[in-house]
């Protein structure tokens, strides 16, 4: 299978008067053609920032890509020219934005920010782009696409103006779509609506997606492959069905036994422990030993490497063949 997207030990710092944060420290992943990968874990664990990195939209200072490479379709993405990553960024590669009334513009109406992107990048004429906007805003399911176009954020519910926002992000059929936590505060006839858009799309353009959320039941609905982030730190990364199956993080087990059950009826809902550690003091050792029933000595004095336990399972952790779910 191609490989559309290749992330090799990249490095995301933040140089702060505190000190220096490591927000993502050596992530390798890759993103196959006409696939999705899903990117899970709490709060704080590098996930926006490792999709921020891939369009060079970290904000300098205090932070900086200290280490690593990005090829994209062959070309590594980080020694490309600004003007470059200018013409990729909404083209070939597409983000939605965690909070659509933040990301979209309220002074211009919702029609004239998706026209810009195809006017900029397609080169098309207002005309043109008007005309592909209605389309787009049709195909993302919202109802009359020619008195909305001409709408403003406000006048919006919080269903649609994610769906502009994956209108304005499919409007010039990226290879690579970023999602960010897509369907956040949606209600859940709403997300059920967008997650199948989604699925529509890549689909009939063979888009490959990447999803970031928190969310294991959308991880288990659309993606395909799936690598789980703590502190910075790929811990796990598996197919989906290995992952859920067989996972092997103590972290990973975590978040899975923390998900509420139908099937179980009766059964306590289990916690992680504690938190996400402060990245300006994180613990010797795994960072997750402090929240970790299968820590031992070892696991708090050396950190673990990611390695293979089988040819597409990896995982970051010293008990692995002996943690069960």
């Keep these: 299978m191609d490989k559309l997207l290749k992330v090799k030990d990249l490095k995301t710092y933040f140089y702060t008067d505190d000190g220096v944060v490591k927000a993502v420290d050596g992530v390798d992943f890759d993103v196959e053609s006409g696939k999705t990968i899903g990117i899970v874990g709490e709060s704080g664990c590098g996930k926006s920032i490792t999709a921020m990195s891939i369009l060079r939209l970290i904000p300098s200072p ?25 013409d990729i960024r909404g083209n070939d590669i597409s983000m939605i ?12 109406t919702v029609g ?66 970023i999602a960010d936590e897509p369907t956040t505060a949606l209600d859940v006839t709403i997300q059920a609506q967008i997650l199948e858009l989604m699925n529509d799309l890549k689909s009939r353009l063979n888009t490959s997606i990447m999803l970031i959320t928190h969310d294991l039941g959308v991880i288990a609905e659309m993606a395909d492959h799936v690598i789980v982030m703590y502190a910075g730190k790929v811990v796990e990364d598996a197919p989906v069905y290995e992952l859920f199956d067989n996972p092997k993080h103590p972290y990973t087990i ?26 300006l003091y994180l613990p010797r050792g795994c960072y997750f030993n402090p929240r970790c029933k299968w820590a031992t000595d070892e696991c708090k004095k050396s950190q673990p490497a990611l390695r293979e336990l089988s040819s597409n399972h990896k995982v970051s952790c010293f008990r692995a063949e002996e943690v069960t779910k």
């Excluded at 036994?257 to 990245?279: C, D």
């Design 112 to 177: 004239f920010q998706i026209s810009e992107v195809l006017m900029l990048h397609q080169h098309m004429t207002e005309e043109e782009a008007r005309k592909r906007t209605i389309e787009m805003i049709k195909i993302v399911g919202i109802p009359r696409a020619e008195k909305i176009v001409d709408e403003y954020p406000h006048q919006l519910s919080g269903g649609m103006r994610q769906r502009v926002m994956i209108a304005m992000a499919l409007a010039c059929q990226p290879k690579l779509l």
């Design 62 to 86: 205090p932070g900086k890509i200290v280490n690593g490479r990005i090829t994209f379709n062959g070309e590594d993405l980080l020694e490309v020219s600004e003007n470059k990553i200018r």
């Design 254 to 279: 975590g978040l899975m036994t923390s998900i509420p059950s139908l099937i179980e009826e009766g059964k306590r809902l289990e916690n992680i422990k504690g938190s996400v550690p402060n990245p």
């Design 97 to 108: 934005f965690q909070e659509p009334m933040t990301s979209l513009n309220p002074v211009f």
